[in-house]
């Protein structure tokens, strides 16, 4: 069994960035597997890793299939022999240590399906990617209202990104981004793995929201990773439509106006307690120094998470 399966899917991304997430993950544990899905229109990746590792198995789909269809080949291939799976984007990079804590993480806690750490820009600043479930007015506004305009809805948009948290503190989030999300391997054998009528965007939200009804989806900023995020729908007309169009099909699958589910848990996500500010710094200290420390937090008045640090 190996300890985590790791899927990269790439669509004519630059080798060296590929190769500094590739290395992330293997520094990270000894007992992996990758599978380098490629989307790409050739295959002229296929000279640098097809031998690049033992631990990592090139694919080169010929077409671009949309990134949860190409994940899914991998996911498929590891479904009944990882513990966990790792579906990371080839602008990621973290240090050695992030995997294992992870794993540790995992391990005390198995009723959590999903894990994502901190997130930072290159600059390391904040990157704010703990959302709750969009409706079609967030949506809206992120992508089709001008910049200077959007001041005049911060509030809003604030609130669907969580701003008024502490990104310090350990979160149940329901939708978490795709740029790194750590899944129990089997996982998928309940939820199903992405939908892939999802060509591009979406697809990370739809599957975390499966998830969070089963498993605790958790935002665990004891470990930080760097991600380029370059926003991409909002540079290119046709990535814009593809965005548009998962949108449609998302709201289609769960609902426009009448979704009774999204209003119950972004009512708990925005409402929530989560851990004090001032007791951050102590417990991050004594998860260093490897104490026993078990944290609870406060899901409004319908939940209670309990999470075991170490």
């Known amino acids: 069994m190996i300890d985590i399966s790791c899927s990269i899917v790439v669509f004519h991304n630059p080798v060296k960035e590929i190769k500094n997430a590739i290395n992330s993950f293997l520094t990270g544990t000894s007992n992996v597997k990758l599978y380098l899905v490629d989307n790409s229109v050739d295959d002229n990746l296929r000279f640098t890793f097809d031998s690049f590792s033992p631990l990592v198995e090139y694919i080169y789909n010929g077409k671009n299939l949309g990134y949860g269809s190409a994940h899914n080949i991998a996911i498929q291939k590891t479904i009944n022999s990882s513990r966990y799976h790792l579906v990371l984007n080839p602008d990621v990079e973290f240090d ?115 998830i969070n009804e089963r498993y605790k989806t958790i935002y665990y900023p004891i470990v930080s990773i760097i991600h380029g995020y370059g926003k991409a729908s909002y540079k290119n007309f046709r990535i814009m439509k593809l965005h548009l169009k998962s949108s449609i099909k998302y709201f289609n699958k769960w609902g426009w106006f009448n979704d009774k589910e999204r209003g119950a848990v972004n009512t708990i996500a925005i409402s929530s307690s989560y851990m004090l500010k001032n007791k951050i710094k102590g417990i991050t200290n004594k998860v260093n120094a490897g104490t026993q420390e078990a944290v609870t937090i406060n899901m409004g008045a319908t939940r209670q998470v309990q999470i075991n640090l170490n």
């Open 96 to 210: 050695a240590t992030v995997l294992n804590r992870l794993i540790k993480l995992m391990e005390q806690n198995p009723d959590i399906g999903l894990v994502m750490p901190k997130i930072l820009y290159p600059n390391g600043s904040m990157q704010y990617l703990c959302k709750i479930l969009p409706s079609p007015a967030h949506l809206f506004l992120r992508r089709f209202i001008p910049g200077p305009l959007k001041v005049l809805f911060k509030k809003t948009l604030d609130k669907y990104e969580l701003r008024n948290k502490d990104y310090n503190s350990i979160m149940e989030t329901p939708n978490l981004s795709g740029c790194f999300m750590f899944i129990r391997t089997s996982v998928f054998n309940e939820v199903g793995m992405f939908d892939e009528r999802f060509f591009l965007y979406m697809e990370d939200t739809d599957l975390c929201r499966r």
